[in-house]
T-cell receptor, first 115, second 112 residues
Framework: EPEVTQTPSHQVTQMGQEVILRCVPI?????FYWYRQILGQKVEFLVS????????KSEIFDDQFSVERPDGSNFTLKIRSTKLEDSAMYFC?????????????FGSGTQLSVL | GDSVTQMEGPVTLSEEAFLTINCTYT??????LFWYVQYPGEGLQLLLK?????DKGSNKGFEATYRKETTSFHLEKGSVQVSDSAVYFC???????????FGKGITLSVRP
């Protein structure tokens, strides 16, 4: 089965530094997402992306966050100035349709640790 | 707003035991309901889903029935295997909203 690939699997950074989390969605998918899970808490929606623009974002996705699809294959999440509370597992996902029949394919996640 | 509540974990069972993982939800409208599973070192994978009341989703011996009257979608398996050890997430999707709302997840460990 096709899969979503995320790199790196672990990222350690100092508070205030910029990080870029990378994802390669499934090649024919059109809808892209980032979710995150802080340790012991729920998986939370961050942002959805379609047709080269953000279609929806959560309250968590403030001005420190941005997403980009720089080429035909990658989908990145950038955190400009990391905070301790950004430490979490970040999941990328992609889908080829929306709504009730939607099936999201998730990557294995990037564990971000902010020190 | 929409929310999903899962029973507290972790859960440890012996092989061939019966499994129930509870999930209840609060949502506006008529959500689709999902169970996702995350095996060690892998991404979240869709395990099963149900899109309307009384539907039963099933896959790999797991089942869950969409109960509108109790707003529940409990996951069951009659006989668990060691290979079922993973983290299980209940989730919902409402209407045309592409945003999944997840529960906290629960870790299942199955002993040989």
């Amino acid at each position: 089965e096709p899969e979503v690939t995320q790199t790196p699997s672990h990222q350690v950074t100092q508070m205030g530094q910029e990080v870029i989390l990378r994802c390669v969605p499934i090649s024919n998918h059109l809808y892209f997402y980032w979710y995150r899970q802080i340790l012991g808490q729920k998986v939370e929606f961050l942002v959805s992306f379609y047709n080269n623009e953000i279609s929806e974002k959560s309250e968590i996705f403030d001005d420190q966050f941005s997403v980009e699809r720089p080429d035909g294959s990658n989908f990145t999440l950038k955190i400009r100035s990391t905070k301790l509370e950004d430490s979490a597992m970040y999941f990328c996902a992609s889908s080829d349709n929306l709504g009730r029949n939607e099936k999201l394919f998730f990557g294995s996640g990037t564990q971000l640790s902010v020190l | 707003g929409d929310s999903v509540t899962q029973m507290e974990g972790p859960v440890t069972l012996s092989e061939e035991a019966f499994l129930t993982i509870n999930c209840t939800y609060t949502a506006t409208g008529y959500p689709s309901l999902f169970w996702y599973v995350q095996y060690p070192g892998e991404g979240l994978q869709l395990l099963l889903k149900a899109t309307k009341a009384d539907d039963k989703g099933s896959n790999k011996g797991f089942e869950a029935t969409y109960r509108k009257e109790t707003t529940s979608f409990h996951l069951e398996k009659g006989s668990v295997q060691v290979s079922d050890s993973a983290v299980y997430f209940c989730a919902l999707l409402t209407g045309a909203n592409s945003k999944l709302t997840f529960g906290k997840g629960i870790t299942l460990s199955v002993r040989p």
